[in-house]
Nanobody, 125 residues
Framework: QVHPVESGGGLVPTGGSLTLSCTNF????????VAWFRQAPGKERNFVAS???????YYADFVKDRFTISRDSPKSAVRLQMSGLTPEDSAVYYC???????????????????WGRGTQVTVSS
């Protein structure tokens, strides 16, 4: 059963780093695209980064070379390495996955079928 599970969230000071991990995001077969979204209190959920089944990688503009998404193999953990964190990065971070996935909709949350429960990231000022 596909049920993404996030880990690695926590409390860090401004300028600090965190690495989030997402596991259990794939079912039978290996062609799954995985994305990270985040949602701060009172705000809408926003796209952060994605790695498609064919290893194409995309980032939101606000990432500005601070975050790196990666995975070692099609079904291994997908990691989101975050550095240069600021209080504006504080949010619940969600991992989402879908079978296959198109580059034209890499940031469209409605295309991702499977969602984790999220992990809290808090950056203190």
């Amino acid at each position: 059963q596909v049920h993404p599970v996030e880990s690695g969230g926590g409390l860090v000071p401004t300028g600090g780093s965190l690495t989030l991990s997402c596991t259990n995001f794939a079912g039978t077969g290996s062609r799954y695209s995985v994305a990270w979204f985040r949602q701060a209190p009172g705000k809408e959920r926003n796209f952060v980064a994605s790695i498609l089944w064919n290893n194409e990688i995309y980032y939101a503009d606000f990432v500005k070379d601070r975050f790196t998404i990666s995975r070692d193999s099609p079904k291994s953990a997908v990691r989101l390495q975050m550095s240069g964190l600021t209080p504006e990065d504080s949010a619940v971070y969600y991992c989402a996955s879908q079978l296959l996935g198109a580059s034209s909709s890499y940031s469209d949350s409605s295309k991702y079928r499977y969602w984790g429960r999220g992990t809290q990231v808090t950056v203190s000022s």
